[in-house]
């Protein structure tokens, strides 16, 4: 299971990163990488260091098949495909390489210069605030012979190559190669650094690797989140600042757990504690094109209690909100907290979710706000426990594909429909 440690006070460069420094990171500048997170020894047995998309593509598409759209009908996505290695890493392309993805935080790139340097799917890149206040993103990657152009985290007037001193301005423009005198036909403006497309939404920093491309479907981030941006609007999460941040190893593929996360199926068995919180019969789920919205009224205060509630107050507007927006993040909303989990696929069979609770900064030094955490956690263990069973059941013989509840799966069941589509690459 593993939870990582909680880092609440660390430098300035690690406090508004997504994750917990790895051995080797530079300037305590942490970053998330959704290429191989795993330990070395784990990356080389698997024998996925450099894979071949091309191949691993067609490996992996080949039996994904199509999930019905009347889920009266469909089945669910058979069980290979959350244990295959060539899977995993076709995944990393036609998903993860094409979708926006959270790399960082708002405040790392607060004023003109500041910069962090983070991965993709195995893609170095750099995100930077330029001169004139524009967020930009790049490959980390010097168009001479493919020198770190920047490292770490902090804030440059420009950037110089640590292999040869090309230097590069914020906007990705070639000011300087050295010793290139002489060279035929060289021009600074063919050699600018690549760009990525990269978006800002609340307090988060996106990139998408598919959007720069020429003739890529990709949508612009906030067209593709839909009504989301209104519906979180109500849990005031622009005004919260980050309390916590907790990191859990979890021994199950990133789909395992994106399944468990979109129903609220399993909450009387596997969660009593937050079964009792919520009313259970009046639990929606609501799948949109590039997301699924579950939520539920709070249960409040009952007669009869014997220990206090963690929501004693009921109304109108008091629910709980979950939001997973495809593939691999989510809003956990509370009346007084919100919390990021985001899930990097590590392994075919491993993964990390990330947790960060935002609170409002009035309320930090409040035991509330360590109650909400606390909270949270134990939910998180039980989802973990269950994952991670699921996941070792997927591997039996007796075990091909389920169907889905009618009334209860209406978000796996979107979630297996999104997921088939990009795998086939519609």
Known sequence: MGNGPVERRASSCARRTLRSPRAGSRDG???INLNLTAPVSAVESSGDVSPNYSESDSMATKDVGSVDSDIA????????????????????ERIFARSWQIVGHRDQVANPGDYFTTELVGEPLVIVRDGGGKLRGFYNVCRHRAGPPAEGCGSRKLFRCGYHGWTYGLDGSLLGATEFEGVEGFRPEDFALVPVQVE?????????????????????????LGELPGQVEKFHFAGMKLFERRTYDMKCNWKTYVDNYLE????????????????????????????????SP??????????PRRYPETGADLTTDYFWIFPNWMLNCYPDNVSLNIVLP??????LAIFEWYLPEKDHSSSAAKASVEFSDQ????DVGICERVQKNLRSRSYSS??????QEKGVHAFHRMYADAMKGH
């Open 29 to 31: 500048c942490p970053d």
């Open 73 to 92: 009908q469909a089945w669910t996505l058979p069980s290979h495909l959350y244990t295959e290695p060539a899977t995993f890493a076709g995944e990393k």
């Open 200 to 224: 800002e939404w609340f307090s988060f920093v996106f990139v998408n690797l598919n959007a720069a491309s020429p003739g890529n479907d990709s949508r612009p981030l906030r067209e593709s």
């Open 264 to 295: 609220g199926y399993h909450l009387p068995s596997v969660h009593p504690g937050l079964n009792r919180e919520l009313d259970f019969n009046a639990y929606v789920v609501e799948p949109h094109a590039e997301y699924v919205r579950q939520f």
């Open 298 to 307: 709070i249960r409040g205060a009952q007669p009869g209690d014997t220990t």
């Open 346 to 351: 590590v392994e075919a069979e491993r993964s």
């Open 379 to 382: 939910i998180q263990v039980e």
């Open 402 to 407: 389920g169907r889905f509840s009618v009334k």
